[in-house]
């Protein structure tokens, strides 16, 4: 029976995780890999820190200890960050270590050159945890749909966000009380940005968009727009549309190139991802072969994303058993364009507010028409405000650049007072 050793960097929530699942599976290794599997280090910065459960004499603040370890064939990486992470994981891979990670900063950037290097060392680089923590996507999109030409991936891959959207919903508060909430009860960063801006989702749709066109998309090449400017008052809005706003991530492979972005987004409350609530991720795939699926589940969190960690530990231990690491690496061969934000199409709802006299509305109406933008849906709210009408309007499908000149001129005209809010439709 082979002794598979592995060594763990960082011992936070992921990696205590990690360490607890590898304990409690230890049993079923030999059956499920035809080795046993055990931790043999863990890397930390400070080794006088108590860790509860965890067995200190594993525990070391030397790298060197690791990499220079040759009985360590698997390294787990669940620090965060660029660096030193980058450079560990480069190490490992040149000494023939595979690799997992759930480090999605790092391969949403440089995922493309840390797998190369993996195929060059023969060994695997594996990141399920990366997104969408728990929910298995990458495996699904590597091989259980390599049949397919994907069309599109989108999704709900960041619960903190969607935590706060559903209270925003569902309880009908603003989102700063709704984001403290998620911080008082662990869900949210005392620095909430990389979730609210919308880069955490922005990294987890470079990297699905890579694999499910076979087209390299890093993190730059994403539009990322966040949910903090959403109001209570659009939500209310949205409803009396029968829609929910929720922050997507959408990846399409269009015959001009990939859109990627993220964004909030008005979405039909009979579409399933309306209904995926609170923390919970979900990420629908459209193949031409397969059709619709959609996969849901807990994106993140100790034990789920530590899943998705193991179970790439138990691929990579069936490959060594087998002698076949680096079985499945990269697998983007085509290099399509990107397209910019501007060449997207959308519908779009638009809130503005103009001044209550005659002929204004037309006015309004008269800019979009010139740009092209046809309309959907109108309506003009009841209550006035200090002499302006509070107008709502969804547009049809428009080019996006068609939308911006508008919303330009729009805000450019003395007689509307203000563009309070513009939000794409699915
Ligand atoms: P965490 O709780 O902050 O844990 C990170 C750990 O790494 C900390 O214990 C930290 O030590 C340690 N560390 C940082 N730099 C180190 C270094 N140079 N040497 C040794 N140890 C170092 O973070 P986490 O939530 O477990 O996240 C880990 C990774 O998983 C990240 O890439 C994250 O994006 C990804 N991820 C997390 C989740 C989730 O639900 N949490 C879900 C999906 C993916 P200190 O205690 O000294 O700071
Ligand atoms: N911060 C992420 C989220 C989890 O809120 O979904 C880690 O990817």
Known sequence: MDNIKVAILGIGTVGTGT???????????????????????????????????????????????????????????????????????????????????????????????????????????????????GIPIIRPLKECLASNKVEEVMGIVNGTTNFILSKMTDEGMEFDEALKLAQKLGYAEADPTA??????????????ASIAFNSRVKF???????????SAKDIKYAKELDCEIKLLGVASNTDDGIEARVHPMLIPNDHPLSGVKDSFNAVFVKGDSVGDTMFYGKGAGELPTASAIVGDVID???????????????????NLPIKTIDDIYSKYFVRLQIVDKSGVLASVLSVLGKNDVSIYQLMQKKKRDNNFAEIVLVTDKVKEKNLRDSIKELEDMPVVHKVSKVIRVY
């Open 19 to 133: 360490y607890k699942i590898i304990k409690n599976q230890k049993d079923e290794f030999p059956y499920k890999t035809g080795s046993n599997i055990e931790v043999s280090k863990i890397l930390v910065r400070d080794k006088s820190k108590k860790r509860e459960g965890i067995d200190e004499n594993l525990i070391t603040d030397s790298w060197e200890d690791i990499i220079n370890d040759d009985s360590i064939s698997i390294v787990i990486e669940v620090m965060g960050g660029i660096e030193p992470a980058k450079t560990y994981i480069t190490e490992a891979l040149k000494k023939g270590k595979s690799v997992v990670t759930a480090n999605k900063d790092l391969i949403a950037s440089y995922g493309g050159e840390l797998l190369d290097l993996a195929k060059e060392n023969k060994c695997d680089i594996l990141f399920e945890a990366a997104v969408a923590g």
């Open 195 to 208: 979730d609210v801006e919308g880069y955490d989702a922005g990294r987890k749709i470079a990297i699905m």
């Open 220 to 230: 730059d090449d994403v539009y990322t727009e966040g949910i903090s400017n959403i």
């Open 316 to 334: 990579v231990a069936r490959n060594i058993h087998f002698g076949c690491c680096g079985r499945i690496g990269c697998t983007c061969y085509k």
